[in-house]
């Protein structure tokens, strides 16, 4: 497959590129070293975008970007909340060492010392306010995996699960007697939050293999989905490709990509990726792939770069996807 996927890139390579998506190309489906003269330059190229300075410009001087996690559809700014602005930071490829991010780092570690809260009004999808240090925990390690603070919140994460799968499948009445032993209260939204975007982002390397299994196995046979990513089973592809659901299906297959005991369902969503190609070999979200998030990648997509943004996602993906394939069957072949 790794080949497969590298030959679609070096046709992409020997089209005119905006800086982004070259820039993606080589990080992401090539794996230069950081320090490669062509990763350097391209990388300084992909930060002059417009899209980046658009992004840059946007944000408050203490770091945010306006609210955290709620939404407001009356800013029309280049992104609508802190949370957005580091998922499209890290998409167009920000590193963490660049100002915007230090900036936003900073703001996090503020919330998680509880110096300062979020400026949002209480959102019913999270459990509030205690979801508050989860989800920015889980964000900050994006930007640094080993951050004490971000640590220190998800050891709690970890100790729920482990109580919750400790007899070999999810025991509901053992969570809810561990949260409240553990949080000082009673869970007023049951688990869902135990099998969510934000807890699967803030256990990422901390779990035992056979703790992981339990996890993912529970999510893919028993959860509709990944909770606040998608609302339907992971076990059957998205009708449509040019759809929302498609979007959202993308979303939680990259997520799972964490965790290399989803290696069978991950192969099963390459299949169907590889069959969603154009009548030119590409892969074309539509109208629909501008959600502000993951794309657009390049700065104009009057010219033709829906399709090229759409596959480099895709190339991407699928690399990450092998990669983790890879490695559980490595993990499988030492137990």
């Not at 994006?142 to 109580?163: F, G, N, S, W, Y």
């Not at 982002?201 to 046979?221: P, S």
Request: charged content about 25%; hydrophobic content about 40%.
């Amino acid at each position: 497959m790794a080949d497969q996927i590298t030959m679609m890139a070096d046709r992409l390579m020997a089209s005119e590129l905006e800086p982004v998506p070259r820039y993606r190309l080589l990080r992401d489906v090539y794996c230069l070293p950081e320090h490669h003269p062509d990763m350097v330059e391209a990388y300084e190229q992909a930060m002059q975008s417009r899209l980046i300075l658009e992004l840059v410009q946007a944000q408050h001087d203490d770091g945010s970007f306006g609210r955290f996690y709620s939404r407001n559809k009356q800013v029309r700014q280049a992104s609508r909340t802190t949370e957005t602005a580091l998922i499209r930071a890290l998409s167009m490829g920000m590193k963490p060492d660049h100002p915007m991010l230090k900036k936003m780092k900073k703001y996090m570690e503020a919330i998680l010392r509880d110096e300062i809260s979020w400026p949002d009004h209480p959102d019913p999808s999270l459990d509030w306010p205690l979801s508050i240090k989860q989800v920015t925990a889980a964000r900050l390690r994006q930007l640094e995996p080993d951050h004490p603070l971000a640590m220190k919140e998800a050891v709690k994460t970890r100790k729920l699960i482990e109580a919750s799968f400790e007899d070999g499948s999810f025991s509901e009445l053992t969570f809810n007697e561990f949260y409240e032993d553990l949080l000082g209260v009673p869970p007023v939204y049951g688990s869902r939050m135990l099998f969510s975007l934000y807890s699967l982002l803030i256990l990422q390397g901390l779990l035992t293999y056979q703790k992981e299994v339990l996890l993912i196995k529970h999510i893919i046979e028993n959860c509709r989905g990944i909770y606040l990513v998608n609302n339907h089973s992971l076990k059957y592809t998205p009708l449509t490709f040019e759809s929302r659901e498609c979007l959202r299906y993308m979303r939680a297959i990259d997520i799972l990509s964490l965790y290399p005991s989803s290696a069978d369902l991950l192969m099963h969503a390459v299949d169907w990726f590889w069959e969603q190609q154009n009548n030119y070999g590409l892969w074309d979200f539509g109208p629909l792939g501008r959600d502000g998030l993951e794309l657009p990648l390049s700065d104009n997509w009057r010219q033709g770069q829906r399709p090229i943004d759409s596959t480099v996602i895709l190339l991407t993906l699928m690399m990450r996807l092998k990669r983790t394939c890879d490695l559980r069957d490595k993990i499988c072949h030492s137990l």
